[in-house]
């Protein structure tokens, strides 16, 4: 249901964030205790079990074809929208990986979305500390220096180096945000831009630096989180490439 809700495919690493966000009231303790092997959360590696299982059904398209992507097959998806309304879409039949890469299903949408009421948790976050940060930098983005223009002022996001609850437990404060524009905010979300110590921002794609984090006065960056980022992802990184995702 995640993936599916997520538009039918994902990256591994957002994937995984978003079954957090989505389920991480049911981990326990021991599902975050990491593997003798390599360290790696145990709820991944039950994950990377369950997602054999959806291939060999024919939900999901193999990892050794996806390269890092979790899509939805087209049997996937209908089973995905079969759960969502079981009466108005029936089972489907099964088809071929040459035809679910020839023939892409698209979606039916909705001509009349219904609203359903829900009760999440969320962590509070303080409003007082991202409009501090965004106001000392102009609402400019630290890392390409954008600043987007809109009819009600200027817009950026403000993005926690350390991120808030499980498992990161980061704090609420002006040296641990970032002022972003919304692409370098997902971006460095998903672990592909990382921060030196020096400031100098890294293109995990290319190992290219891109240039230098912009500092203000009244904001100072705490390189602690800027190393707590660094050393979460590339441990994820590594994770993910040693188990063929």
């Known amino acids: 249901m995640t993936l599916g809700e997520l538009g039918g495919s994902a990256p591994t690493a957002q994937a995984l964030r978003e079954m957090v966000r989505r389920y991480g009231l049911h981990l326990t303790p021991g599902d975050w205790e990491g593997t003798e092997r390599d360290n790696e959360p145990k709820w991944h590696n039950r994950t990377r079990f369950e997602r054999k299982k959806m291939e060999r059904e024919g939900l999901l398209v193999p990892a050794r074809e996806s390269r890092g992507i979790w899509r939805l097959t087209e049997t996937g998806s209908a089973e995905y929208r079969r759960r969502r309304d ?45 409009e501090h940060v965004k106001r000392v930098h102009d609402s400019t983005c630290q890392i390409c220096n954008t600043r987007l223009a809109t009819p009600t002022g200027a817009y950026a996001e403000a993005a926690h180096i350390q991120p808030l609850g499980r498992p990161h437990e980061g704090p ?20 592909m831009l990382l921060v030196t110590d020096n400031l100098v921002v890294i293109d995990q794609h290319s190992g290219a630096p891109m240039g230098h984090l912009a500092e203000r006065p009244g904001h100072q960056i705490e ?23």
């Open 86 to 130: 079981p009466i108005a879409v029936p089972p489907q039949p099964t088809t071929t990986t040459r035809d679910q890469n020839t023939n892409p299903l698209q979606p039916d949408g909705n001509q009349s979305p219904t609203r359903v009421e829900a009760t999440t948790q969320r962590v509070v976050r303080s409003t007082a500390v991202a």
């Open 223 to 245: 390189r602690r989180y800027l190393e707590y980022h660094r050393t979460w992802w590339r441990r994820r990184k590594n994770s993910v490439n040693a188990g063929g995702h």
């Open 172 to 191: 609420d404060v002006p040296s641990n945000v970032l002022c972003l524009c919304p692409n370098h905010h997902v971006l460095f979300d998903l672990g």
